[in-house]
């Protein structure tokens, strides 16, 4: 069966610092990934989505970046960390088999607090 | 743009049933979704209509009419644990991202 591993859990960092988020899959191969953020209380806003290694899709302009160096791998970074970026992160895989109607299913979140 | 209207909040009693609605403006579309999410959870998958009807997985049922671009989450005989968010979700392409409502928040009292 497929799951989704998601580190770390919660995160605690000062405005400006680095920020490295990761994001596995297991048990499937060429999966759709995708990045989104909630703010407490709100919806889920997409920020990044791959299709493939390498290829990285950005929905919103901000101070984040995500790469896809492995098939299954999907890091979001930050060179320098805002207020603003404080959220719950959330991960998510769908697979290629069986077309558009297939769920995309998350993991279980980073939860984000800058000071 | 995309957009997806839900309301934010409902509340219903414990043993009653309740519809969650949901319209959408989307460029493309390629099905509606639902999901659930507890406080301080992921969101999971509840249920996809790609065409127009009613969908059933147990207490909770799925409609779309794609001609009104309208859908809705029916949830019945609801329990205390079915307190939580539920959002719904529109996929504009076969390969494109769900873009997601703000999501409804559901309280089930007693």
């Known amino acids: 069966s497929q799951t989704i591993h998601q580190w770390p859990a919660t995160l605690v960092q000062p405005v400006g610092s680095p920020l490295s988020l990761e994001c596995t899959v297991e048990g499937t191969s060429n999966p759709n990934l995708y990045w989104y953020r909630q703010a407490a209380g709100r919806g889920l806003q997409l920020l990044f989505y791959?299709?493939?290694?390498?290829?990285i899709s950005s929905e919103v302009p901000q101070n984040l970046s995500a790469s896809r160096p492995q098939d299954r791998q999907f890091i979001l970074s930050s060179k320098k960390l805002l207020l603003s970026d404080s959220g719950f992160y959330l991960c998510?895989?769908?697979?290629?088999?069986?077309?558009?109607?297939?769920?995309?299913?998350f993991g279980d979140g980073t939860r984000l607090s800058i000071l | 743009g995309q957009s997806l209207e839900q309301p934010s909040e409902v509340t219903a009693v414990e043993g009653a049933i309740v519809q969650i609605n949901c319209t959408y403006q989307?460029?493309?579309?390629?099905?509606l979704s639902w999901y659930q999410q507890h406080d301080g959870g992921a969101p999971t998958f509840l249920s996809y209509?790609?065409?127009?009807g009613l969908e059933e997985t147990g207490r909770f049922s799925s409609f779309l009419s794609r001609s009104d671009s309208y859908g809705y989450l029916l949830l019945q005989e609801l329990q205390m644990k079915d307190s939580a968010s539920y959002f719904c979700?529109?996929?504009?392409?076969?390969?494109?991202?769900?873009?997601f409502g703000k999501g409804t928040r559901l309280s089930v009292i007693a």
């Open positions: 979700a529109v996929r504009t392409s076969g390969n494109t991202p769900l873009v």
């Open positions: 791959s299709v493939g290694i390498g290829q």
């Open positions: 998510a895989w769908k697979g290629r088999e069986g077309g558009g109607n297939q769920p995309q299913h």
């Open positions: 209509n790609g065409l127009d």
């Open positions: 989307t460029s493309g579309f390629y099905g």
